[in-house]
């Protein structure tokens, strides 16, 4: 038997307590409040502002708008060209249906890297501002990165 191991021929175990990781959102550091300018911050299904709380977003239709929005700008010279630009993308732009299915196998991590090319931030605006309002009564405010206009 190794003598190096201890009693009963086992190696002892140490037990590691690891903090599990984060998980991230599609809109961590994207989304911008309206009234106050303070990222939104995901809070179980919920985007919500903790400077003002006045803006609060149901968290998988805001997201499904987001994606639509950078969906709808990769499909778009401009936004292809920013792409291809950064090194992203290469190549002749692909038709919606592919970019569709391109978006939906990066994953939270390759889309994340596509919005923050596209997308300089998500700004949720209340046409009534009311703190319990939630997902339907959100303008969201559009603003394209500056180098594709
Ligand atoms: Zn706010």
Known sequence: M???QPDGGYPRLRLVHSVPPEPVHLLDDFVVC???GTYLERQREMYVCDGC???RAAAAPLEEK???QVLTLMSQAQ???RLVTVGAAEGEQPPTELLAQWWNTVGVDGQ???LDILVEYVQVKYIQ???TCISGRGRFVWSTHP???
């Open 129 to 131: 501002a009311h703190p």
């Open 147 to 149: 180098r594709t206009g």
């Open 79 to 81: 936004g292809w060209t």
């Open 53 to 55: 709380g006045a803006a």
């Open 112 to 114: 994340r890297v596509l």
């Open 34 to 36: 309206g009234t106050c």
């Open 66 to 68: 987001v994606a639509a």
């Open 2 to 4: 190794d003598d190096r």
